[in-house]
């Protein structure tokens, strides 16, 4: 059985000491809890696993911790630690803390077809409205249909073009072809750079090529 509790004004306001008495004993008459090494409850982060631990005593339950988990330099992994390096565009840390790429994935969708009016069409992939922690241009595979193809990304809200919703775009360098509705894998590889407004579309046009020979470059050296 699993419960999973709204994370609403009346919980958020619990301190440590309600979080125990009426979410663990009152509501769920723990006998023996586990939780992480690093874990914080109640209001203002005011409970640790050491709380728990002195209340469990008190109380007659067992509370145990989980040791927290660290890479290969010998470092904590941690979702915090691993969005700060997609944040960054730090992918070989992503990569490291995570034990495997730094994937998305998704259905192509249509898009403005802007990139295909200025020589450089896109591969739309639809991201379900989930604001990713990744932004920027990236040295990109694209996997579709099981053959893997080289490419450059933007993944962002375009906002040279007014953009609000976050979008990934993929520039294949190495295809052509119609790849509506295929669903496809995106691994991010090498950051190229921060997604800017540019003055116009003649400036977008110019560091779109400038992104695509980076690219080219990055997969060259591979």
């Known amino acids: 059985m699993s419960l999973c509790m709204p994370f609403n004004p009346k919980l958020q306001q619990l301190n440590a000491q309600a979080f125990c008495q009426q979410i663990l004993l009152d509501g769920l008459s723990v006998k023996h809890l586990v939780v992480g090494d690093d874990f914080r409850f109640g209001c203002d982060r005011q409970g640790d696993f050491y709380y728990l631990q002195e209340f469990g005593n008190q109380q007659g339950f067992d509370v145990e911790n989980t040791p927290s988990v660290l890479n290969a330099v010998g470092e904590r992994i941690s979702s915090t630690v691993v969005r700060q390096s997609l944040e960054n565009g730090d992918i070989a840390a992503a990569q490291m803390n995570m034990g495997h ?104 046009e110019t560091q779109i090529q400038c992104d695509k020979e980076e690219a080219l470059r990055f997969f060259a050296n591979q």
Do not use: W
Not at 103 to 112: A, C, I, K, N, Y
Not at 158 to 186: A, C, I, M, S, W
């Open 101 to 204: 790429s730094v994937t998305l994935s998704g259905r192509v969708v249509h898009g403005q077809q802007l990139g295909r009016k200025l020589g450089f069409p896109t591969a739309n992939v639809h991201l379900k409205g989930v604001k990713s922690a990744l932004s920027g241009v990236y040295a990109v595979t694209f996997l579709v249909d099981g053959v893997s193809h080289d490419g450059v990304a933007n993944i962002g809200v375009r906002p040279t073009v007014q953009g609000k919703t976050p979008v990934l775009e993929v520039h294949l360098l190495d295809f052509n072809g119609d790849l509506y509705d295929k669903y496809v894998q995106v691994t991010f590889c090498q950051f190229i750079r921060a997604e800017r407004k540019m003055a116009g579309l003649s400036e977008l």
